[in-house]
């Protein structure tokens, strides 16, 4: 991630706490990502927090990040 997050964020819930934190969990990514779900669902992310409609995994990444599908990371089911 460009602004230099990674470091400090360790997994998908440190990510979707520090996004949250900022208020910025509904927006959208830079790129819209296909995302395939633990359970086998695909979906679209189309906020940076976003729940799987099948399972409800939570997904989420930085605002800065949201360009590289590789820093989409999950938080756990129903965290957001």
Known sequence: M???CTSKLKNGKDVCDHVKSKGKENF???????????CGESFTLQ?????????????AVTPCGSADKNNI???????A
């Open 2 to 4: 460009s602004c230099g």
């Open 28 to 38: 959208p990514p830079q790129m819209a990502h296909i995302i395939t779900c633990e």
């Open 47 to 59: 906020t940076i927090v976003m729940n799987c409609p099948k399972c409800n995994m939570t997904y």
């Open 73 to 79: 990371k999950a938080a756990g089911i129903n965290y």
